[in-house]
């Protein structure tokens, strides 16, 4: 098949081409920029089309460049963005009217679990929002795969929880990290993303999920299991997610918005309220991956290598954000780059005062 990713330079979207393309199939990506796709091993094995998703005009062409496109990933999303929700929303409708123009049948679209509470927070909302957005008379069908916490080395759900444990000698559990959650790990996701598209799969909403039926702070417990290093509990009351989202974003690497509006999101459980996807498509082989075989892969990734050639899905690619991997890795990057410009430095003064044998 012919398939056209949008947010492949992201976490899920950089291992999704991988996986397309060991199927076999044609895959087409799309950037603001294609020169920033060069950075990934898979940038030769593609078709790059420049796209900004929030410029119409700009998608028209870009689907008009891309040629004959049987189904369309969707995963861009503009969260820590201002008024990203609105945003989110009508780059949706852009993508899916100029696909409904081209001919696409199909929209694959990876959100979350949507609660139905009558307050949701902004990144909740936008999720829902971005599949009304994808919604457009005679578009392209809609399959909707929803997610909660996606686990894997790289992901930023986890990475912020490996730096609140890493940072924190004292864990604070305040109410609601005992809310109910089903994740997922990156592995799975991929499975189920890649069988959207080959399989009869009707469209529709499905949630995606692993084995485990679990809550927020069972991941954290997963965590300081893995890397055993021992941390006190403590019990806090009237911090609320968004509060608790602005201390972290201080106190993570990753981008602070980004980080708000992930913690203040938790306010809600997020579990699977259905498991159809399960008998329509077969479980990856081996089965389904465990919370605990997740996350001691990711903590247990070794040294960065390119996407394509990880060898295992919950490892760190070279690809993922400059933040992820932990303050060891970090510090270790930043004394190669410094030992870098060094060595760099002392080679051009060595090429300026060495003598010309011209």
Same mark, same amino acid.
């Given at each position: 098949?012919?398939?056209?990713?949008?947010?492949?330079?992201?976490?899920?979207?950089?291992?999704?081409?991988?996986?397309?393309?060991?199927?076999?199939h044609d895959v087409v990506v799309t950037s603001r920029d294609p020169r920033r796709l060069d950075r990934f091993s898979w940038s030769s094995r593609v078709t790059k089309v420049a796209m900004d998703a929030d =410029? %119409?005009?700009?998608?028209?062409?870009?689907? &008009?460049?891309a040629g004959a496109i049987d189904a369309v990933? $969707? *995963?861009?999303?503009?969260?820590?963005?201002?008024?990203?929700?609105?945003?989110?929303? =009508? %780059?949706?409708?852009n993508v899916a009217?100029? &696909?409904?123009?081209?001919?696409?049948?199909?929209?694959? $679209? *990876?959100?979350?679990?949507?609660?139905?509470?009558?307050?949701?927070?902004?990144?909740?909302?936008?999720?829902?929002?971005?599949?009304?957005?994808?919604?457009?008379?005679?578009?392209?069908?809609?399959?909707? *795969?929803r997610a909660a916490v996606i686990i894997g080395a790289g992901?930023?759900?986890?990475?912020?929880?490996?730096?609140?444990?890493?940072?924190?000698?004292?864990?604070?559990?305040?109410?609601?990290?005992?809310?109910?959650?089903?994740?997922?790990?990156?592995?799975?996701?991929?499975?189920?993303?890649?069988a959207s598209c080959e399989s009869s799969l009707p469209p529709g909403e499905y949630d995606i999920s692993g084995p485990d039926h679990a809550r927020y702070i069972s991941i954290l417990h997963e965590y300081i299991s893995a890397v055993r290093?021992?941390?006190?509990?403590?019990?806090?009351?009237?911090?609320?997610?968004?509060?608790?989202?602005?201390?972290?974003?201080?106190f993570v690497p990753a981008p602070s918005s980004l980080t708000e509006e992930l913690v203040t999101s938790l306010?809600?459980?997020?579990?699977?309220?259905?498991?159809?996807?399960?008998?329509?498509?077969?479980?990856?082989?081996?089965?389904?991956?465990?919370?605990?075989?997740?996350?001691?892969?990711?903590?247990?990734?070794?040294?960065?290598?390119p996407v394509c050639d990880l060898d295992d899905l919950h490892h760190l690619a070279v690809t993922d954000p400059a933040w992820a991997g932990g303050d060891l890795l970090r510090a270790k990057r930043a004394i190669g780059e410094t030992i870098g410009g060094t060595l760099r430095m002392s080679a051009r003064i060595a090429g300026t005062l060495l003598p010309s044998r011209g």
């Open positions: 098949m012919r398939l056209l990713i949008t947010g492949a330079t992201g976490y899920v979207g950089s291992r999704l081409v991988c996986a397309l393309l060991k199927k076999g =410029d %119409a005009s700009s998608v028209k062409r870009a689907m &008009a460049e990933y $969707y *995963l861009v999303h503009g969260i820590g963005r201002a008024d990203f929700a609105n945003g989110d929303r =009508d %780059a949706a409708r009217e100029a &696909a409904r123009d081209a001919g696409v049948g199909r929209i694959i $679209y *990876l959100g979350g679990f949507v609660p139905t509470d009558d307050e949701l927070s902004s990144h909740l909302q936008s999720r829902a929002d971005v599949a009304e957005g994808l919604t457009v008379e005679d578009g392209p069908e809609l399959v909707w *795969l992901s930023t759900s986890f990475e912020i929880i490996r730096y609140m444990a890493d940072r924190l000698p004292v864990i604070p559990e305040p109410a609601w990290i005992v809310n109910e959650m089903d994740p997922i790990s990156i592995r799975d996701a991929i499975h189920y993303l890649v290093f021992p941390r006190l509990r403590l019990p806090v009351y009237g911090v609320s997610t968004r509060l608790a989202g602005r201390l972290g974003g201080r306010n809600h459980p997020m579990t699977a309220s259905e498991h159809r996807i399960r008998d329509l498509i077969p479980p990856p082989e081996g089965g389904l991956t465990p919370m605990r075989d997740a996350v001691r892969a990711s903590v247990h990734s070794p040294s960065p290598r």
